[in-house]
């Protein structure tokens, strides 16, 4: 095979991962549009004659967002995480079905079990995506034929046949000498897709694409490049690193330089601990401060109940402790505190996470609310420090009053 693929590095995603097993369990709705993200409420209803009758987008009324959707309900437009009110604008027609996270997790285990009988390092990247190091597989850089990427080839179909055999689903895989380049091929021919790619693959595939298709490039660094007048990855690439450093930090701009052109030297991770533990909620209807705050009050002590329920199964403390705060004009804020000595109590999380509510203007309506505990360390281990806060350089942070010092603003404390 030559030496065009000194590594290899596979992404593995799932397609459609939380639709497609609602498939498994409704056949019937193959084909068609579909979006899960409704509750108990939506769960199809048994009919006389033995049929199921299925809610659809159009019967929903909520403040809830799209888990995720069918290919056929993404041809209107219809994706993960957008408002479940403005999906039913879009596809009115689509099927609504409810969320059942218990049997995603277990499709989960399944599929992950499946690769690593024939491929055991795996870095797991949640539920339904994992990256996985083939460098050392047996057969691997044998050719077939006239094709120097044979084996890696065959080893791909392998790969997606023994997820196919085990759950019954389909995944996209993508094979290439690093994992920035295997996350993007895995996208490249989705669904049911397996791409290979070598470095020299880098001009014809990669380059055309959106800056954005680059994993770690958000919306606010591809708003900064669209300005800038780079739109595509090819575009970037072009710019040398002296004209990156004149608009980014020195390692960004590194990063940039690097990422354009398709290196990546990061290795697979397969023992990773988690950064924080994260629980959230959205509102059917959007709540307000002063006159929900009994509700809100239950909520806030709910959601702080269940992360420190997290951390204490999973045998974690922490030691910052941020809320999430979502309103009704869709700005999302968040804030955090370090406590000294790390924590999975559920009445401390409590009063830090209220300690961040007071640093928030709370007049308007809330249409989210979550708590997060980060700096995990295993309970009686040095925790680790907390992270020092970014500063724009020539802008001053002064601090906001405490909310008793502010009587003219509501607050849930």
Same mark, same amino acid.
């Given at each position: 095979m030559s030496h065009s693929l000194p590594r290899v590095i596979a992404h593995l995603d799932m397609d459609a991962f939380y639709a497609s097993v609602e498939l498994l369990r409704y056949p019937m709705l193959r084909g068609q549009a579909a979006v899960v993200g409704g509750g108990r409420r939506h769960t199809p209803v048994e009919q006389a004659d033995?049929?199921?009758?299925?809610?659809k987008l159009e019967d929903y009324a909520g403040r809830g967002v799209v888990t995720t959707s069918t290919y056929e309900a993404r041809?209107?437009?219809?994706?993960?995480?957008m408002g479940m009110m403005k999906a039913a604008?879009?596809?009115?027609h689509a099927v609504l079905l409810p969320t059942d996270f218990d049997s995603y997790r277990h499709y989960s285990r399944k599929f992950k079990a499946a690769v690593a009988e024939i491929a055991p390092v795996i870095e797991d990247r949640g539920i339904d995506e994992i990256y996985i190091d083939l460098t050392d597989v047996p057969g691997i850089r044998e050719p077939i034929g006239h094709d120097p990427l044979g084996g890696v080839r065959a080893f791909g179909h392998e790969l997606k046949n023994n997820v196919r055999r085990a759950t019954g689903l389909t995944c996209s895989v993508g094979i290439t000498p690093n994992k920035l380049l295997s996350k993007i091929a895995s996208e490249l021919d989705k669904p049911n897709g397996l791409t290979v790619l070598?470095?020299?693959?880098? *001009?014809? =595939?990669?380059?055309?694409? *959106?800056? =954005?298709?680059i994993n770690g490039i958000g919306p606010k660094a591809g708003a900064r490049l669209d300005a800038l007048g780079i739109h595509t990855i090819g575009e970037l690439a072009a710019r040398d690193l002296?004209?990156?450093?004149?608009?980014f930090t020195v390692n960004t701009a590194q990063w940039l330089h690097d990422v354009s052109r398709g290196l990546d030297e990061r290795p697979v991770v397969t023992n990773s601990d988690p950064v924080s533990m994260s629980r959230e909620t959205t509102f059917d209807r959007d709540l307000h401060a002063r006159r929900d705050r009994a509700e809100l009050g239950a909520i806030f002590t709910e959601l702080c109940t269940q992360v420190a329920a997290d951390l204490s199964r999973k045998g974690w403390v922490g030691r910052t402790i941020g809320i999430k705060l979502r309103f009704d004009d869709f700005k999302t804020v968040t804030r955090d505190q370090s406590i000294v000595v790390p924590t999975a109590d559920p009445a401390e999380i409590r009063h830090v996470a209220g300690q961040c509510l007071k640093r928030v203007d709370l007049t308007r309506r809330l249409r989210l609310l979550g708590v997060r505990v980060g700096g995990l360390s295993r309970p009686g281990a040095p925790a680790p420090a907390p992270r020092p806060k970014?500063?724009?350089s020539g802008q001053a942070s002064p601090a906001r009053p405490a909310a008793a010092e502010r009587p003219d603003e509501p607050t849930l404390f």
């Open positions: 033995g049929t199921l009758r299925f809610f041809a209107f437009g219809v994706f993960s995480g604008a879009l596809a009115p070598t470095m020299d693959d880098v *001009p014809t =595939r990669i380059w055309p694409l *959106p800056v =954005r298709r002296d004209w990156l450093v004149q608009h970014a500063k724009v």
